[in-house]
């Protein structure tokens, strides 16, 4: 018999008073077999030198939105640690629409009116940079997002001011009240949501696999995906993952 992998070199807190820690296990079939001294007992198929480090189980979150955090990473970057100003996400946004095929949806997420002296992304704006694309922006919060004119005609609306005010919504408008300015906050959301979604199974399946590797390496060995309802769609990406 073989462990499986053998963990040195490391400080493992064990919860058990009688040896409260230990500077090396072994594993066999996922399951620690051996503390300590004890690992010398059989041979190892790996061995990892932790040198010195604390080492702990990998967390389970809860309430962790994986498909939605990989559709994220693979979207158009427009945190503040990314984008600084409002012509930063408008140049974001040029540049996936100079590589996305014409009428291809672009998403992007992250930004935050606060860090953007306090103003929202423009669908005339938008248009400018992304004429032949439907843009759909996500706010950091996922509360509201922002889309341009090509993203409401696809959703039905040929022209802004045919988009709607929303029960449990609110629909930004521009200074005439007569035109929807881009922004659209909680249900109003769906206006546009309910057209690009439920996303392709590959590109779920995809979204999927980066998110599982950003976690791991935040230590998230497992997650309860809260999301997972959503459609169908959804749960078949899961299998298929």
Do not use: C
Request: hydrophobic share 40%; glycine share 10%.
């Amino acid at each position: 018999m073989h462990f499986d992998a053998v963990f040195t070199g490391g400080r493992f807190r064990t919860m058990d008073p009688e040896r409260p820690e230990a500077h090396s296990i072994g594993v066999i079939d996922g399951r620690i077999r051996a503390l300590a001294d004890d690992v010398t007992r059989l041979p190892a198929h790996r061995t990892y030198d932790l040198g010195g480090a604390p080492a702990a189980p990998a967390f389970n979150d809860v309430h962790h939105h994986l498909s939605m955090r990989g559709q994220r990473l693979n979207g158009v970057d427009l945190r503040a640690s990314t984008v600084s100003s409002m012509e930063d996400l408008y140049d974001a946004v040029a540049a996936a629409a100079r590589d996305a095929q014409p009428g291809e949806w672009i998403y992007g997420s992250g930004y935050d009116q606060n860090k953007l002296d306090d103003a929202h992304p423009l669908a005339a704006e938008l248009d400018r940079r992304a004429p032949d694309n439907p843009v759909w922006l996500e706010h950091v919060s996922g509360h509201m997002g922002v889309a341009n004119s090509r993203a409401f005609e696809v959703a039905g609306f040929a022209e802004l001011s045919e988009v709607p005010d929303v029960d449990g919504g609110h629909v930004a408008r521009t200074e005439d009240g007569r035109t929807a300015a881009g922004l659209v906050q909680e249900r109003a959301m769906d206006l546009i949501t309910g057209v690009y979604k439920p996303l392709p199974v590959d590109d779920i399946v995809r979204n999927l696999r980066t998110a599982s590797e950003q976690a791991l390496r935040e230590g998230i060995g497992s997650i309860t995906e809260p999301s997972i309802g959503n459609s169908p769609v959804d749960l078949h990406a899961y299998l298929t993952a």
